[in-house]
């Protein structure tokens, strides 16, 4: 409510200053916007791929009450959660010792008296308003992800929020990932920048990047292909830039160093928690770009000169202290150099968390934290419940107990899987196949369920003793007399090393899968979309979310058998199991979802170069009439649900082979 005041002076300086404060309540011009969700993808559209999507989304639904005329004061994890779960069953009521809510006419009365409401952090909010006196913005930003959208990349999501310790997280209220607020004072000095308040909140985070995303983005900001063309440009510049005095080029910048100055209230950006992991494996690389920079093959062999395995870090925490001015006044480039001294000192000091948290070591740095903190929850978590009362000391001892079981076995399984998966890495070295080495690590990406472990252990073993025949015969395809050498020899070693790298995978991967059941509070992070499919002229099109998926289909088809053989073209789901039909330029194939593993298997698949002509329809079926070699194969045949369904599965079938005669 306004309260008035009646002021009776003679001095003119208190009226100025009444005024003064009246002019910075005054805003004269407010803007808000608003935006749901924002996508940025970064494409190469010379090697026609994605190679990452950041997307800025709203955060989950959150609960708030009225507390004051205007002023929304969002509850904590718990209460939202109720709040939640009793708003979908559709309860009237909630009637709790400490909350009291009715849903009917969304009205809080325990613990907060005021309205309800149902909503959700925007994307991105953005304030901002004008008055005589001051300029002020505030900025609040949702949920913040990037996506790695190569194929089988080591890290699918690159960079996240991460959730608070749920020992902690139900006394919190959520929160952006970003908040900022900024007061620029107005002055009548134009050399003279005056910031009132700045003020930036960024959440915990993870940070994890593999050697394939580095190597693709140096491809895509490499001016290799431009070079010449701006070489003349460049020729100009410099011509130009060395017909100008000394005193032209310095004096300038000396003189805005000397008089432009940026005055600060307050500068405050909070601490920064990170999660940083990264991996030299780069899958596929060798064969998805067979010309590469010469800034990629140095990089590599830097990288590889460190070591098979001291180059993978895991899960290193390192937490950077806030960076706060007072009342200080600095020009642009000395604030970046105190910026720069502030976190790279930091970082050094921290340098010994990221040594600790390589895989050969275990991160042991975790370990002690897991142990430490679930001590501390064990005993604290029923304290604390014990004051509430017995139902919520029950409760405080089931989470005490889960923290302590997953940060002591759950550390120590998760210590001992970072280091038999950093052996596993030797021996897959070891077999000299990259091929095999792509399709273990494809595998230890797409699939975490045991029932893979035990499967590729069975089959490492199976390629193991046939590889005595397979690797030389593929030698002798590949590069002749040379290569039946160097096939024999890679048979032999495979023989002994991969049945023992099988053993030790399925014991990494078992490990693996006891860390994730013990953990407590951990999070499932999905990809936001699929990667955007690019045609074969490589022109950039709005985003298709069917073709999207058919793309990703191909790629996870038969551990990526044919990502680099055939170019998608359509698909379409042809049952309820589910399986689905994809048509490439050089085949068509039906797969269905894996059953132990993840991923997708053909069960059904014929190159056009055995079709005699076009695929014809007779009721419920597809047939397809087959040239001498293919003769008989039950892929000639395709039998579907309906007449509706096997006319648009014959269609799409047929525009691929017309694709292939005509390019062929």
């Given at each position: 409510?306004?309260?008035?005041?009646?002021?009776?002076?003679?001095?003119?300086?208190?009226?100025?200053?009444?005024?003064?404060?009246?002019?910075?309540?005054?805003?004269?011009?407010?803007?808000?916007?608003?935006?749901?969700?924002?996508?940025?993808?970064?494409?190469?559209?010379?090697?026609?791929?994605?190679?990452?999507?950041?997307?800025?989304?709203?955060?989950?639904?959150?609960?708030?009450?009225?507390?004051?005329?205007?002023?929304?004061?969002?509850?904590?994890?718990?209460?939202?959660?109720?709040?939640?779960?009793?708003?979908?069953?559709?309860?009237?009521?909630?009637?709790?010792?400490?909350?009291?809510?009715?849903?009917?006419?969304?009205?809080?009365?325990?613990?907060?008296?005021?309205?309800?409401?149902?909503?959700?952090?925007e994307?991105?909010?953005?304030?901002?308003?004008?008055?005589?006196?001051?300029?002020?913005?505030?900025?609040?930003?949702?949920?913040?992800?990037?996506?790695?959208?190569?194929?089988?990349?080591?890290?699918?999501?690159?960079?996240?929020?991460?959730?608070?310790?749920?020992?902690?997280?139900?006394?919190?209220?959520?929160?952006?990932?970003?908040?900022?607020?900024?007061?620029?004072?107005?002055?009548?000095?134009?050399?003279?920048?005056?910031?009132?308040?700045?003020?930036?909140?960024?959440?915990?985070?993870?940070?994890?990047v593999?050697?394939?995303?580095?190597?693709?983005?140096?491809?895509?900001?490499?001016?290799?292909?431009?070079s010449?063309?701006?070489?003349?440009?460049?020729?100009?510049?410099?011509?130009?830039?060395?017909?100008?005095?000394?005193?032209?080029?310095?004096?300038?910048?000396?003189?805005?160093?000397?008089?432009?100055?940026?005055?600060?209230?307050?500068?405050?950006?909070?601490?920064?928690?990170?999660?940083?992991?990264?991996?030299?494996?780069?899958v596929?690389?060798?064969?998805?770009?067979?010309?590469?920079?010469?800034?990629?093959?140095?990089?590599?062999?830097?990288?590889?000169?460190?070591?098979?395995?001291l180059?993978?870090?895991?899960?290193?925490?390192?937490?950077?202290?806030?960076?706060?001015?007072?009342?200080?006044?600095?020009?642009?480039s000395?604030?970046?150099?105190?910026?720069?001294?502030?976190?790279?000192?930091?970082?050094?000091?921290?340098?010994h968390?990221?040594?600790?948290?390589?895989?050969?070591?275990g991160?042991?740095?975790?370990?002690?934290?897991g142990?430490v903190?679930?001590?501390?929850?064990?005993?604290?978590?029923?304290?604390?419940?014990?004051?509430?009362?017995?139902?919520?000391?029950?409760?405080?001892?089931?989470?005490?107990?889960?923290?302590?079981?997953?940060?002591?076995?759950?550390?120590?399984?998760?210590?001992?899987?970072?280091?038999?998966?950093?052996?596993?890495?030797?021996?897959?070295?070891?077999?000299?196949?990259?091929?095999?080495?792509?399709?273990?690590?494809?595998?230890?990406?797409?699939?975490?369920?045991?029932?893979?472990?035990?499967?590729?252990?069975?089959?490492?073993?199976a390629?193991?003793?046939?590889?005595?025949?397979?690797?030389?015969?593929k030698?002798?395809?590949?590069?002749?007399?040379?290569?039946?050498?160097?096939?024999?020899?890679?048979?032999l070693?495979?023989?002994?090393?991969?049945?023992?790298?099988?053993?030790?995978?399925?014991?990494?991967?078992?490990l693996?899968?006891?860390?994730?059941?013990?953990?407590?509070?951990?999070?499932?992070?999905?990809?936001?979309?699929?990667?955007?499919?690019?045609g074969?002229?490589?022109?950039?099109t709005?985003?298709?979310?069917?073709?999207?998926?058919?793309?990703?289909?191909?790629?996870?088809?038969?551990?990526?058998?044919?990502?680099?053989?055939?170019f998608?073209?359509?698909?379409?789901?042809?049952s309820?199991?589910?399986?689905?039909?994809?048509?490439?330029?050089?085949?068509?194939?039906?797969?269905?979802?894996?059953?132990?593993?993840?991923?997708?298997?053909?069960t059904?698949?014929?190159?056009?170069?055995?079709?005699?002509?076009?695929?014809?329809?007779?009721?419920?079926?597809?047939?397809?009439?087959?040239?001498?070699?293919?003769?008989?194969?039950?892929?000639?045949?395709?039998?579907?649900?309906?007449?509706?369904?096997?006319?648009?599965?014959?269609?799409?079938?047929?525009?691929?082979?017309?694709?292939y005669?005509?390019?062929?």
């Open positions: 409510e306004l309260q008035r005041f009646v002021v009776f002076t003679n001095k003119e300086d208190v009226i100025d200053r009444i005024n003064a404060a009246d002019s910075v309540t005054q805003n004269f011009i407010e803007i808000s916007l608003s935006l749901r969700s924002v996508g940025l993808s970064v494409v190469d559209n010379h090697r026609r791929r994605e190679i990452a999507y950041l997307g800025v989304t709203q955060s989950g639904v959150i609960w708030q009450v009225a507390r004051k005329r205007g002023h929304w004061k969002t509850l904590n994890n718990t209460v939202i959660a109720l709040l939640e779960e009793a708003y979908l069953n559709k309860w009237i009521y909630i009637r709790l010792k400490d909350l009291f809510v009715n849903l009917e006419s969304m009205k809080m009365f325990t613990p907060f008296i005021g309205a309800l409401r149902r909503t959700h952090y994307g991105v909010e953005l304030r901002a308003s004008v008055s005589k006196k001051d300029f002020s913005v505030e900025a609040k930003i949702g949920y913040v992800q990037i996506d790695n959208q190569l194929p089988f990349s080591v890290y699918p999501q690159m960079l996240y929020p991460l959730p608070p310790p749920p020992t902690v997280a139900s006394t919190l209220e959520p929160k952006p990932f970003v908040e900022a607020s900024v007061i620029i004072r107005r002055t009548d000095q134009p050399n003279v920048n005056h910031f009132k308040y700045v003020h930036v909140l960024v959440q915990k985070m993870a940070v994890n593999d050697l394939g995303f580095v190597l693709s983005l140096l491809d895509l900001f490499s001016l290799s292909d431009s010449s063309l701006l070489e003349a440009q460049y020729v100009e510049n410099d011509i130009e830039f060395t017909g100008q005095t000394l005193q032209k080029i310095i004096l300038p910048t000396t003189a805005d160093e000397a008089v432009k100055r940026n005055f600060f209230d307050v500068l405050h950006l909070s601490p920064i928690k990170i999660t940083l992991s990264f991996n030299i494996r780069s596929g690389r060798h064969k998805l770009d067979k010309e590469q920079s010469v800034g990629d093959r140095f990089l590599q062999l830097f990288l590889h000169s460190l070591g098979v395995i180059t993978s870090v895991q899960e290193a925490e390192m937490s950077f202290s806030l960076f706060h001015l007072e009342y200080i006044a600095v020009t642009w000395k604030l970046i150099d105190l910026f720069i001294k502030h976190y790279r000192t930091q970082g050094l000091v921290q340098i968390t990221i040594i600790l948290g390589l895989d050969v070591l991160n042991p740095v975790n370990i002690v934290r142990v903190a679930g001590t501390f929850d064990l005993f604290y978590e029923p304290i604390k419940g014990s004051v509430l009362g017995p139902e919520e000391f029950a409760e405080g001892l089931g989470i005490g107990l889960k923290s302590f079981f997953g940060g002591t076995v759950g550390g120590l399984t998760g210590a001992g899987a970072r280091i038999t998966g950093a052996f596993g890495d030797v021996f897959a070295k070891l077999t000299f196949d990259d091929d095999f080495i792509d399709r273990r690590q494809q595998e230890k990406v797409k699939s975490n369920k045991l029932g893979s472990k035990f499967g590729g252990f069975f089959k490492n073993v390629e193991g003793v046939t590889g005595v025949v397979v690797q030389p015969l030698g002798i395809k590949e590069e002749g007399a040379f290569g039946l050498l160097k096939g024999t020899g890679r048979g070693v495979g023989l002994l090393v991969r049945p023992a790298g099988g053993l030790i995978d399925l014991t990494s991967g078992t693996q899968f006891v860390t994730r059941k013990t953990k407590v509070g951990d999070v499932d992070i999905v990809q936001i979309r699929p990667p955007r499919f690019i074969k002229d490589g022109v950039v709005p985003y298709y979310p069917n073709k999207a998926i058919g793309f990703a289909l191909l790629n996870e088809t038969d551990e990526g058998k044919y990502t680099d053989k055939d998608y073209l359509d698909h379409i789901q042809i309820d199991k589910p399986n689905f039909l994809i048509v490439t330029d050089k085949r068509y194939l039906v797969i269905e979802q894996k059953t132990l593993t993840d991923g997708w298997k053909s059904q698949k014929l190159h056009f170069r055995h079709f005699a002509y076009e695929a014809i329809r007779g009721d419920n079926n597809v047939y397809i009439t087959t040239d001498q070699a293919a003769r008989g194969s039950k892929a000639s045949q395709i039998s579907l649900s309906s007449e509706s369904l096997a006319e648009e599965v014959k269609e799409i079938v047929n525009k691929g082979y017309k694709i005669e005509e390019f062929k």
